[in-house]
C-alpha cells in the first residue's frame, strides 16, 4: 500500500482506537494533517467509557498476545510516556481463568504457548487454587489459569482523555460532527462527508467508529462483519474481601473483579437474548437474578449477600467471522485503513493498534508486531482467525 509521511489523515471516530492511531501518528513522525471526526465528544455511548476496562494475555491467538504484552508494558509505564500527570490506576492484578477437568489438557497447552510469547501463566490445580485465592470454592474446577504479570485493569476514561489531550498537544484536530459519507475516486477514499455539510478530504482514510463501523462501509458495499452487540454490567457491593482477588472467569460463564470499593461482573446474553443492539443501552436486569447473581454465590459463596448498586451496557464491536479485530488495509480502497472489530479487547489493544497503523501509514507495513494475520485479507476470503478465548 501506498505510505507516507505528509498528507491528510481522517480518522472516523475518537474512541480509544482513533485516538490512539492519532496519536501513534505523530510518534511515528507523521508531519501532515490529522483530523479526528467524533460524533459525541461526551463519549457517553462509546465503547471505551462502558468497557470493565481489563487487560489479559491469555489469548489463543499469538499476535493478540503480543498486542497485549505491548499494552500491557505502556500501562505499566504510562507516566514515562504521557508525562508525570497520567494516572490510569492500572491494577495488575492477573486474570484467574477456570476451566473444568475435560479441559486441563488444553488450558495447559494454551498457558504453555502464551508463555513462549512472553506471557507469564501459571496454570494451577484446584489445591494450588484454594490456597492461594481462600473464599472461592473451586468445586467442578479442573485448572485454573492464572497471568501473574501484564495483566489487570485500569481506569478507561483516564486512558482516552491522556491520549486525546496527547494527541491534541502534538496538532491533531478533533472536529465534532458525525461522517455520514465515504466518497470514493480512484479506488481511494477521496474525502468524508460529515452531518454539518462539510467534505474533509484525505489521502488516508482510517476507520474506528467502534461496534457502528460494519454499518458506515456498507454503504461502499463493503462487506465489514462487524456489528453491535449488548453487554451488560453490574455494579455491586459486598462484604466479602479477598487480597488479590484477580479478574475471575468463571467456566459458568460469569466474570467478576474488584472496582474501588465495590466489585464489577456480567455475563453473556444467552443467544435468543444477543440480537443486534440497534442504539438500544437498557441494561439486561433480569440476566441478574437468573443468571449472574446465583452462578457468583456457587463459586464465591459470601457473594449470596450483595447489594447491586447499578447497572450499565455498552456495546461490543463483534466481528461476526471470529471474534477478532480488523487491522489494515482495504484491498480495493488501498488508503481505507480498518482498525476495528475487537470483540470485546479494544481498550487492551488499543496502544498496538494504534501503532500499528501508524507504521503502515508510514512506511506501507507493520513494522513491530506484525498484524498482518488480522487483516482484511481474511474477510475477503472467509477464511476466520478463530480467537479460542472469548468473553
Ligand atoms: C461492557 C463492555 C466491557 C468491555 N470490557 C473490555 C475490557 O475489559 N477490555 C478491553 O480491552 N475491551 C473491553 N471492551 C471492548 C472495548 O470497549 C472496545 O473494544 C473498545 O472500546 C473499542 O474502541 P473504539 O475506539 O473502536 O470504539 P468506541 O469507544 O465505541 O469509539 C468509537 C467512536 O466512534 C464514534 N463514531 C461512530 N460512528 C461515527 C461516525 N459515523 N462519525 C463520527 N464518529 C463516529 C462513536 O461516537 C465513538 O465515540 C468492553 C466493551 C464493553 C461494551
Redesign the pocket.
Known sequence: MPSANSGRVVI????????FCAWSLRQAGFAGSITV????PT?Q????????????TQFGTPTNIQMSLF?AHMFRNIKAVFGEEADIGFQEKGYLILGESDQIAERVAAAEMQCAQGARILALDPDELGVRFPGISFDGVGIGTLGVQHEG?FD?WSL?STVRRSARQHGVHYVQ????TLETHHARVASVG??NGEKIPCDFCIL??????GR?VASLGIALPVVPK????FCFKTPFRLENFP?LFDSSGIWVRPEGDSYIG?IQPPAEKDADADGDFEPHHELFEELFWPLLATRIPAMEELRLHRA??????VNTLDHNGVVGAHDELSNLIM??G?????????PAVGRGVAELVTTGEFRSIDMTPLGWGRIRSSTPLFESIVY
Open positions: 472516523v471516530g475518537g474512541g480509544i482506537i482513533g485516538s471526526v467524533e460524533k459525541d463519549y455511548y462509546s465503547s471505551t467509557a462502558l468497557s470493565a476496562a481489563s487487560i489479559r499494552g485493569w478507561a482516552l460532527a458525525a461522517v455520514e460529515l452531518s474506528a467508529s467502534g461496534a457502528l463501523s458506515l449488548k453487554r451488560t454490567v479478574m456480567g450499565w451496557a455498552g456495546h461490543y464491536e482498525a476495528t475487537f470483540s470485546g479487547h479494544g481498550v487492551m489493544h488499543a
